[in-house]
């Protein structure tokens, strides 16, 4: 038992003296680079008067939180990558154990105040910025990087929605000291987006990173910033399923409407419920989208020019409708109309020559006969379920007729009626009864043709300029 213990206390004594030396060496360095009495970590490290200090400014992109296309706001989660050198934190590692770098907290130390200029953060600039640590080397060497996510303006042209390409631009630079006090310098060309992840309706396609030296009204003196270009591209196949197939699917259902004979009452109430389907995919572009008028989106426009052919169809359609329901006995076809319209348009169309029947006459007539028969059978059947009931009059005249003219239906004494003979003239008059229908419908086909026309001409023309080759590259 006693050998026991006394091994136990020579292996703790061991330990701590291999291990807790490291550590009282670190502790000991510590010490000496963060004295108060030799370092003030509120004033920058220049060792040398002449000399200024150089910060190197690197970034990884890791996501992009969301693209707020309505307000042109961007949200982008990056690994941000600052060095300098701070003579002031430079040892000899020989006197301390050969410890060649050690970690600091942010606030010990004096760090740059790097700002992001096009930032609109309701919290901070860059948040998150001071609660990581620096690791410094025995050269004076510190490496700042921190995560943070970023809001930033982003200006969004949506001339080619939803095959756009936007280039996000992020300014990085010292708010205070000017390019005497301190010059910056890019990390690289590029950001790093070895480790982005994917977004769903973005792209990130390429970044570049340039130093620049801007001039302000303020100072005499540079200032020296770093710009971040960001390409992104849009993943369109969403918007092509849920905006583009739809519209050119309801659009075409203002054929129908030419389709359709004037006699249903149909044309116009169809072709106004597509002109309000437009309306709703219209707007939900708009809600999409900033309202910008330097840069309108083309998809919009599209919209906007099928509204207006829905419109023109519609009163393609009022007039055949007009037309249709011309009255023959009222209204005489001019010579130089039929000429034009009966002879040479309809050839033009490819309407046959055979008469179209005057339907819509007809039907008035037949429907009055239908309701003098309908009449008589009522009668008939009011005699037959009240005869004890009192006959009214003129009742046993109708009887004692429809008795002497036995063998012969009800419809042939109402057809044999005077009054009847002269509906039954109006509907059989000559050949040019129809004509007004006949025009009707080579117009109803010639405004269809119109129609096809120039909904073609726009759909080639959106598709051909939406389709052509726009890609931004970056310089």
């Avoid at 905006?243 to 050119?248: E, K, Q, R, S």
Wanted: aromatic letters at 12%; a negative charge.
């Amino acid at each position: 038992m006693y050998r026991a213990f006394t091994t136990l206390i020579i292996l703790f004594w061991l330990h701590g003296f291999c291990c807790g030396q490291p550590i009282q060496r670190s502790r000991e360095l510590f010490e000496h680079l963060l004295n108060s009495s030799t370092y003030n970590p509120y004033i920058i490290p220049t060792c040398n008067g002449n000399e200024n200090l150089t910060v190197k400014i690197g970034l990884a992109i890791r996501d992009i939180v969301e693209l707020i296309e309505v307000q042109q706001i961007i949200r982008l989660k990056i690994w941000m990558r600052l060095q300098w050198k701070d003579c002031m934190l430079s040892w000899d590692p020989t006197q301390y154990d050969n410890i060649s770098n050690i970690v600091i907290p942010y606030e010990k130390i004096w760090t740059p105040d790097i700002t992001l200029f096009e930032g609109v953060s309701d919290e901070a600039n860059m948040p998150d910025m001071d609660r990581y640590r620096a690791y410094v080397t025995s050269e004076g060497v510190v490496s700042y990087n921190f995560a943070t996510i970023i809001t930033s303006v982003c200006r969004v042209v949506v001339t080619y929605f939803p095959f756009d390409s936007q280039i996000c631009l992020l300014t990085f630079g010292s708010w205070v000291y000017t390019g005497k006090q301190i010059d910056l310098e890019t990390g690289g060309d590029t950001a790093d987006i070895g480790n982005f992840q994917l977004h769903n309706e973005w792209n990130l396609v390429d970044t570049r990173l340039r130093k620049r030296v801007a001039y302000y009204l303020c100072c005499s003196d540079p200032f020296p910033d770093v710009l971040v270009h960001i390409l992104l591209r849009r993943k369109p196949a969403f918007y092509v399923v849920t905006l583009i197939f739809p519209c050119f699917v309801i659009t075409g259902l203002t054929f129908m409407g030419f389709v359709l004979p004037p006699i249903s009452g149909e044309k116009i109430s169809l072709q106004m419920t597509v002109l309000l389907s437009l309306t709703v995919f219209l707007f939900l572009v708009q809600d999409k989208l900033p309202s910008d008028s330097d840069h309108f989106p083309y998809l919009a426009i599209y919209f906007a020019f099928s509204m207006l052919l829905v419109c023109l169809s519609s009163i393609m359609s009022g007039i055949v409708m007009h037309v249709h329901y011309k009255s023959p006995d009222r209204y005489k076809m001019h010579p130089k109309i039929r000429s034009l319209f009966l002879d040479k348009l309809r050839r033009l169309v490819c309407v046959s020559d055979v008469k179209v029947p005057c339907t819509s006459e007809i039907i008035i007539k037949q429907g009055r006969i239908s309701h003098s028969v309908t009449a008589v059978r009522s009668v008939e059947t009011h005699k037959l379920h009240n005869y004890n009931q009192p006959t009214p009059r003129g009742f046993n005249d109708l009887m004692t007729s429809s008795r002497e003219n036995q063998g012969r239906t009800s419809i042939g004494n109402i057809q044999e009626d005077p009054e009847f003979k002269v509906q039954e003239a109006d509907v059989e008059q000559d050949d040019d009864s129809n004509d007004w229908e006949l025009l009707a419908f080579i117009l109803d086909r010639f405004f269809m043709g119109i129609y096809v026309l120039l909904n073609l001409i726009t759909a080639i023309t959106f598709f051909s300029v939406m389709l052509t080759n726009h890609d931004i590259q970056l310089e």
